[in-house]
């Protein structure tokens, strides 16, 4: 079992910047993949970014390149997600997951709890 909990949502206004923090514990953290996603209301949870379990390999959704990063420090057992730049479509409940590295959630067999975000125009 892997236990995750997220910190770091809030209200921030347009262009502004959040960073989400991961924390896990449990099973080897440094043996799963790690990925943000979000849900906004009414819509499908879909993927932010994924990271592999060395931090070697990442994977972006397109909307989000350039302005967000994931990282992780395995020695802390967290993973991050730097957002800069923040629009309102960016608006969502963010959930971290463990698992296999990948863009799907099918892949991930742990999930926090999430946190709220929410850009004001």
């Known amino acids: 079992q892997v236990q995750l909990v997220e910190s770091g949502g809030g209200l921030v206004q347009a262009g502004g910047s959040l960073r989400l923090s991961c924390a896990a514990s449990g099973r080897t953290f440094s043996s799963f993949g790690m990925g943000w996603f979000r849900q906004a209301q009414g819509k499908e949870r879909e993927v932010v970014a994924a990271i592999d379990r060395r931090g070697g390999l990442t994977y972006y959704k397109n909307s989000v390149k350039g302005r967000f990063t994931i990282s992780r420090d395995n020695a802390k057992n967290t993973v991050y997600l730097q957002m800069n730049s923040l629009k309102p479509e960016d608006t969502a409940v963010y959930y971290c997951?463990?698992?296999?590295?990948?863009?799907?959630?099918?892949?991930?067999?742990?999930w926090g709890q999430g946190t709220q975000v929410t850009v004001s125009s």
């Open positions: 997951a463990a698992g296999s590295y990948s863009s799907s959630p099918n892949h991930y067999d742990y």
